[in-house]
């Protein structure tokens, strides 16, 4: 099992509509939960970070966290076309390092 | 510069030469990863720098990869007798464990 885990897509929503993305991970003892964005041909970039169960957000994105079901989530709300991109999700243990996923590539389509 | 600086930012090489690159990180993070990055594929994590604390080497592919930081500032990572395979975006970051990472612009390696 894949300490970091995100179904790899892709994932295709209209123009408007919420994208939702997902991830899960494996160490009940992470800590801290990181989203970053990498469009195509460039570097990855954060987004959001959260801490704490529950909803995180900030302007179109909410960042969702159940440490219980250890699972992360990204909503992005009125999705773009210039939303369409790659989704990391990242996963701070209590270790210190932080551990990626694969990505879920998004497609916003106009 | 306020961001995280990679150098250079393409390189070709010769299969069986060395290659050095170099990361400068942001001026008081204290944590530095290197990673790898293939085409259309996701992070590969190679290693990982925190303050005076040993490095985590458990991502390195291979001895022909080694890399070293001097304290909390500059990086290098150095690949010896390079091989085909080990073309890809060498991706350097830098930060503080609860704030999440910036990445430079990257490293792009062909060995031809």
């Known amino acids: 099992q894949k300490e970091v885990e995100q179904n790899s897509g892709p994932l295709s929503v209209p123009e408007g509509a919420i994208a939702s993305l997902n991830c899960t991970y494996s160490d009940r003892g992470s800590q801290s939960f990181f989203w970053y964005r990498q469009y195509s041909g460039k570097s990855p970039e954060l987004i959001m970070f959260i801490y704490s169960n529950g909803d995180k957000e900030d302007g179109r994105f909410t960042a969702q966290l159940n440490k219980a079901s250890q699972y992360v989530s990204l909503l992005i709300r009125d999705s773009q076309p210039s939303d369409s991109a790659t989704y990391l999700c990242?996963?701070?243990?209590?270790?210190?390092?932080?551990?990626f996923g694969d990505g879920t590539t998004l497609t916003v389509k106009p | 510069g306020a961001g995280v600086s990679q150098s250079p930012s393409n390189k070709v090489t010769e299969k069986g030469k060395d290659v050095e690159l170099r990361c400068d990180p942001i001026s008081g993070h204290t944590a530095l990863y290197w990673y790898r990055q293939r085409l259309g594929q996701g992070l590969e994590f190679l290693i990982y720098?925190?303050?005076?604390?040993?490095?985590?080497k458990s991502g390195l592919p291979s001895d022909r990869f080694s890399a070293e930081r001097t304290g909390e500032s500059v990086s290098t990572l150095t690949i010896q007798r390079t091989q085909q395979e080990d073309s890809a975006v060498y991706l350097c970051?830098?930060?503080?464990?609860?704030?999440?990472?910036?990445f430079g612009s990257g490293t792009r390696l062909t060995v031809v």
């Open positions: 970051a830098s930060g503080t464990p609860n704030y999440g990472y910036t």
């Open positions: 720098f925190q303050g005076n604390s040993a490095p985590d």
């Open positions: 990242a996963v701070r243990t209590n270790a210190g390092k932080s551990t």
